[in-house]
């Protein structure tokens, strides 16, 4: 009887060690924070057009429901794919605030060759002021607050404006970037 008890706790052992998990792989590392558009590119590829869903929704319902044969107009029908209406509009928000992440990653160069002035206090303030555009147009989203994406448009344009007259309209495209 001991030894059936004594192969019995070994036979449990056994078991119990075979099928412990092994021990966790370390993780790979972290991709190095990198570049890889120009300022302009990144600016025409991200934010413009998710400011352009943003600014839509101020007047087009992104949860209207298209009447049949109606190619509508705004989130609804150019953004009404998979991820369209009001989903659409906080992607677009969403987008905004990871952008400025993006925007401060040192090493980006301006389309005429000059670094983006990620080192200049107004520019982290106005990427920060982006991010926090977003944030405030992804919560009007999630409320469907046509009102509030009103307001929200407008604290978009301005943080927008500010950076856009010092870094991007001056005269000669050469001192774009230039603080």
Avoid at 78 to 97: K, M, P, R, T
Avoid at 99 to 109: A, E, F, K, T, Y
Avoid at 117 to 138: K, Y
Wanted: hydrophobic share 40%; glycine share 10%.
């Amino acid at each position: 009887m001991k030894k059936v008890f004594g192969v019995l706790v070994a036979a449990a052992l056994v078991v119990v060690g075979c099928t412990q998990a092994p021990p966790p792989a370390e993780a790979p590392a972290a991709p190095d924070m990198q570049p890889y558009a120009n300022l302009a590119q990144l600016m025409r590829g991200i934010p413009f057009p998710a400011s352009n869903i943003i600014f839509d929704a101020q007047t087009n319902d992104p949860g209207a429901v298209a009447e049949p044969g109606d190619s509508g107009g705004g989130a609804v029908s150019q953004y009404g794919g998979i991820y369209g209406g009001w989903e659409a509009v906080e992607n677009a928000a969403l987008s905004l605030q990871e952008v400025s992440n993006l925007l401060l990653i040192p090493g980006r160069q301006c389309e005429n060759g000059k670094p983006v002035p990620t080192d200049q206090a107004d520019f982290q303030m106005w990427a920060q002021g982006l991010a926090d555009a977003g944030g405030q147009a992804l919560k009007a989203a999630q409320a469907q607050d046509l009102d509030a994406m009103l307001d929200v448009a407008g604290t978009m344009s301005d943080a927008c404006l500010l950076c856009h007259e010092k870094y991007r309209d001056v005269p000669d495209n050469a001192d774009r970037c230039t603080p």
